[in-house]
């Protein structure tokens, strides 16, 4: 067998009421056996499609894909008892421990009585697991789940092994932590490896990288090869006379620029060939080296041509001295156990402040507190002036907030939904109308207006989440891992519009995994186990990680998670 992976013209459609969408067209690609090959594209681009045909779940409708030598199609049987398959939401029991579940995966793929203990024990060591066999599943941590997830995936210990995005909602230690277990499967025991993603730094740890977007095949290669076109092309930009935004906003605009993204203390620019990139007397402009992200959205510029106009005119209003945000000697209990303790500062008008951490490291518990939906045990928590002791239900009027997972109403359509979310913050009459226009149009929403909201793309829903929490015009925006499963272009969209938002003053608070997200802020705090680990920017944070000469702000973030759990 000399391929993993063969697919040929390989074409599949699907229809959701008058709709017809190619999700697939005209796919042909060959995946070598014992490497990592990483599925890339945005949302709705076609891979858990592509990733379905693989398992033998989908039929095409058509062309040809063989797995293993086999035709996934006729010999789906075969297939699926010969791969594993971990699907975006893997199927843990989470009222079973640790041990059933992989008792019961095992049982299902036929696994030997005799041959189970020792594989079972390899498995769990390999995810570092082996403490927990008896811990009910739903009471692990994200990135544990994960894990289990991966380990129950591979107790027939398969040749072929599908993750479809294996490390979303995950933080980073546990995100690193799943790749050193994918990376030893692959060394190890010669396993083959296709894994999407919407992190597309992960694209650096593949051997080859497909490149997928509305359905068809744009880029097959190495990420070396993919990347080596931006070089040249890709600057690091300041201003001693402009902010940040504004120097961001200014360069977007720009015909010769491809992609500005702010990164810490400077703008990141990513330039057409031989494009010209305007220089000032006060600007500072350096060669950075290309990152695959940098070809990702090269390769996808038309489509970002609509992100451009989000951003308008940013004009900084002037900001208020006092804070907005005060917390001091913040606690929160359950029983016996402290989710947040001691935790202390505050937030500016108009700044936006990043709470980072390991799951599990209280970031939520403090996200509800500030959001009056959990009282603290202790401490003091003042939001817009008002104490949420005595005044939560007042302080909620001036708050916007988007949680961690999608939570509209999923079986009313997005028209409903903003209907919904108007009159629930006390809009009717002339005032609901304007702001139903405004939503509309701000975020692209005519042309799905009457589809169900569970139906939608996670970019959609995203959007619409964020048009409903914003609905009130609030003075605080509160965002609970916004992004997670965004691919990157929907991700500069979203958070163009937060800067546009900061701009204007209003306070914007984000927790968030995915740690380039932090160099967009101002501010940012590292929690574990409940506590304050370091506030700073993000050059300050970057500058604590003292054993590296470069480091990234996730190479910071896991070197203080490790200082803290260090014996």
């Known amino acids: 067998m000399n391929h993993a992976i063969l697919t040929s013209n390989l074409e599949k459609t699907f229809v959701a009421?008058?709709?017809?969408?190619?999700?697939?067209?005209?796919?042909?690609?060959?995946?070598?056996?014992?490497?990592?090959?990483?599925?890339?594209?945005?949302?709705?681009?076609?891979?858990?499609?592509?990733m379905r045909l693989a398992a033998g779940l989908l039929v095409p409708d058509s062309g040809t894909i063989s797995i293993l030598g086999m035709d996934?199609?006729?010999?789906?049987?075969?297939?699926?008892?010969?791969?594993?398959?971990?699907?975006?939401?893997?199927?843990?029991y989470e009222d079973l421990t640790v041990q059933e579940n992989l008792d019961l995966y095992s049982d299902l793929q036929g696994v030997p009585i005799e041959d189970r203990r020792a594989r079972h024990d390899e498995l769990l060591g390999m995810a570092g697991l082996s403490s927990f066999r008896k811990r009910l599943s739903g009471n692990l941590s994200g990135g544990m789940k994960q894990k289990l997830g991966l380990a129950c995936s591979l107790v027939s210990q398969p040749k072929l092994l599908l993750l479809d995005e294996p490390t979303v909602g995950v933080d980073p230690v546990s995100r690193r932590e799943l790749w050193a277990i994918v990376h030893r499967l692959v060394l190890d025991k010669g396993t083959s490896v296709l894994l999407s993603t919407a992190y597309l730094d992960e694209a650096e740890n593949c051997s080859e990288v497909i490149l997928l977007h509305e359905g068809k095949l744009l880029a097959k290669g190495t990420p070396e090869s993919l990347r080596a076109p931006m070089n040249g092309r890709v600057f690091s930009v300041k201003s001693a006379s402009v902010s940040k935004r504004s120097l961001q906003a200014a360069l977007s605009k720009e015909p010769d620029v491809i992609d500005a993204l702010i990164h810490g203390d400077h703008v990141r620019v990513v330039m057409e060939e031989n494009g010209v990139l305007p220089r000032n007397s006060d600007m500072t402009i350096s060669p950075l080296s290309p990152r695959f992200e940098d070809s990702f959205v090269t390769m996808l510029k038309d489509r970002r041509k609509t992100v451009q106009d989000i951003d308008g005119d940013i004009r900084e209003i002037p900001r208020s001295a006092s804070p907005v945000i005060e917390l001091d000697n913040l606690e929160r209990r359950f029983g016996n156990f402290y989710a947040v303790r001691n935790v202390s500062f505050t937030v500016s008008s108009g700044e936006v402040f990043a709470l980072l951490g390991a799951n599990g490291a209280g970031k939520s518990t403090t996200f509800r507190m500030l959001c009056g939906l959990l009282p603290p045990s202790a401490g003091k928590l003042r939001v817009a002036g008002l104490d949420l002791r005595h005044a939560a239900s007042k302080a909620r009027e001036k708050i916007g907030y988007m949680s961690q997972k999608f939570s509209l109403y999923a079986n009313l359509s997005v028209k409903e939904n903003l209907r919904f979310f108007s009159r629930a913050y006390g809009l009717s009459g002339k005032m609901e109308a304007e702001r139903l226009a405004w939503a509309i149009e701000e975020f692209s929403l005519v042309s799905v207006m009457n589809a169900v909201s569970g139906d939608l793309s996670l970019g959609y829903k995203q959007r619409l989440a964020l048009a409903c929490a914003l609905m009130h015009e609030p003075q605080i925006l509160f965002l609970d891992e916004p992004t997670s499963g965004v691919d990157p272009l929907a991700r500069r969209d979203f958070w163009r519009r937060i800067n546009l938002l900061s701009a204007r003053g209003v306070t914007v608070m984000v927790t968030t995994h995915f740690l380039e997200e932090a160099e967009y802020c101002d501010r940012l705090a590292i929690m574990a186990s409940g506590e304050i680990l370091k506030i700073g920017t993000p050059s300050e944070i970057k500058a604590a990680a003292k054993n590296l000469a470069e480091p990234t702000m996730e190479d910071a973030f896991v070197e203080l998670i490790r200082e803290r759990q260090a014996p």
């Open 17 to 50: 009421g008058e709709r017809r969408i190619e999700a697939l067209k005209d796919i042909s690609f060959e995946m070598k056996p014992g490497i990592i090959m990483g599925l890339i594209g945005p949302d709705a681009a076609g891979k858990s499609t592509l």
């Open 72 to 92: 996934a199609t006729r010999e789906s049987v075969k297939v699926q008892s010969t791969i594993g398959y971990m699907p975006q939401r893997f199927g843990l």
